[in-house]
């Protein structure tokens, strides 16, 4: 079973923990490092302001199990769908589809025109669960 938490500051321990998974075991998925989030980057002040403004953050568990985790960041009419992973254990079972469309849902209740996102062209998993929810490619 699949079930999503929506993330507020005080989560923020949380959401450390799933990013700095995220980081390690997809490094090349991200533009940013783990090297970014860790030593004197590595505050709860920081984290606590990540999760902070009028972001959605949310963290997906499978079976009990944290498995996921992904972030819509509004830009005017645009909402940006970021920091998406699944852990491995969780691929292919339901939890990124979950995810995106906690995302796009709460987009569309906040009044966003459309929701964009980058891939990496390598990443073909995520580019396929992307197109199989709409997007499309626009431009590099």
Known sequence: ????????????????????????????????????????????????????????????????????????MPRDDVVELISMWVAPFARGRGVGDALVVAVVEWAKEHGAERVVLRVRPSNQYAAALYRRHGFRVRGR
């Open 1 to 72: 079973m699949i079930s999503l938490r929506v993330l507020t500051a005080e989560d923020w321990a949380a959401w450390r923990e799933m990013r700095l998974a995220a980081l390690r075991e997809a490094p090349e998925a991200f533009g940013s490092s783990v090297g970014d989030w860790t030593g004197p980057g590595d505050t709860e002040l920081r984290w606590r302001q990540r999760l902070g403004g009028h972001s959605f953050n949310v963290l997906a568990a499978l079976n009990g199990k944290p498995a996921g985790m992904a972030s819509g």
